[in-house]
């Protein structure tokens, strides 16, 4: 089994910044793409931003140039970097990844982690 444990929400300001980090522990033997999705209220999840294991990253438009999205393979985690930010972007944090275990991989999610920014 893996487990993913996501830190560091919370409540900013706008135009403040935050860092979520996101840890896989458990049987883990390759860890392919890792990603932050977001869900707002009454709202569906939305990928934030994805990261492949060879550090190629994509951002949403709406996060685009404000967010930065890092891994650390040696570590296991995934951490993303929310800079300038903006009442819209008050949501729960879910960090997400596929791991591959006795070759076979898995799509794995975070419990989340709220973040909230008042205007």
């Known amino acids: 089994q893996v487990q993913l444990a996501e830190s560091g929400g919370g409540l900013v300001q706008a135009g403040g910044s935050l860092t979520l980090s996101c840890e896989a522990s458990?049987?883990?033997?390759?860890?392919?793409?890792m990603a932050w999705y977001r869900q707002a209220p009454g709202k569906q999840r939305e990928l934030v931003a994805i990261?492949?294991?060879?550090?190629?990253?994509t951002y949403s438009d709406s996060v685009k140039g404000r967010f930065t999205i890092s891994r650390d393979n040696a570590k296991n985690t995934v951490s993303l970097h929310l800079d300038s930010l903006k009442p819209e972007d008050t949501a729960v944090y879910y960090c997400?990844?596929?791991?591959?275990?006795?070759?076979?991989?898995?799509?794995?999610w975070g419990q989340g982690t709220q973040v909230t920014v008042s205007s």
């Open positions: 458990g049987r883990i033997f390759i860890i392919n793409d």
């Open positions: 997400n990844a596929e791991v591959t275990v006795s070759l076979i991989a898995r799509v794995y």
């Open positions: 990261i492949t294991s060879d550090f190629r990253s």
